[in-house]
């Protein structure tokens, strides 16, 4: 018998009436995201470093009937992280979730990583998350709560030798997950984070051809490894996002979901 109090499957999930803003949502997993929460019922703010690239995403939830806009943002710089929460405030009015997605998973290992790599890694993957976390808290807190969600990666725990800042970043921001949940409790605000496998991506398959000089025969290699035959893809992520944000999760904080195909530790071979 379910409890008569608390709304049932799928109306935990609805998410009418609320405002999300998602970090790095003109692409990959981040515009999975936007897409889904869309399709929940929130109003999305979309953001990125391409105009263009945002409009493309809120033509696409317009067509399925979503409401979203767009605010361009430069993570590295402080202002423009905080002006993009009073936007998101200006156009729809209040703020209940916060994702941080975007991230940049540059490659370098102890040795080959310049310094100017390490302050731009850690500015977008760590700094801009608490920047914004730290403006939206009391937008969330005048709604009498809300969700806070960091997208980490499964690098938080080792890392791959090639994403050194990448892997020491996620794991900077699980703590800050960690610490803020037990903070912001007390006022209602969850703080949770994904710790996202290796997604096929646009970004992805940019970083791949670019920065490893690889051809999009390492798709199918990388396939050939996964127990499920397949990379994880962003409409993966995006659910789990949605458990989390919604009121199927409403007093879940300071959770970590290692979502990968495989237990953390014990990875095929590739």
Known sequence: MSDPTRPNLPHAFDLTGRVALVTGSTSGIGKGIAFQLAALGASVMVTGRSREAGQGVLAAIGAAGGRADFEPCDLVDEASCRRLVEATVARFGHLDILVNNAADTSRGDVRSTRMEDWDRIFAINVRAPFVLMQAAVPHLEARGGGAILNVGSVNAYIGEPKLTAYSASKGAL???????????????????????????????????????????????????????????????????VAYYVSDAAACVTGSVMDLEQYPVGAPPAW
């Open 174 to 240: 699980q703590t800050l997950t960690k610490n803020a949940a037990a903070q912001l409790n007390a006022v209602r605000i969850r703080v949770n984070q994904i710790n996202a496998g290796w997604t096929l991506t646009e970004g992805e398959r940019k970083v791949k051809r670019e920065q490893e000089g690889k051809g999009d025969e390492w798709v199918a290699e990388a396939v050939a490894t996964r127990p499920f035959g397949r990379l994880l893809e962003p409409a993966d992520i995006a659910y789990a």
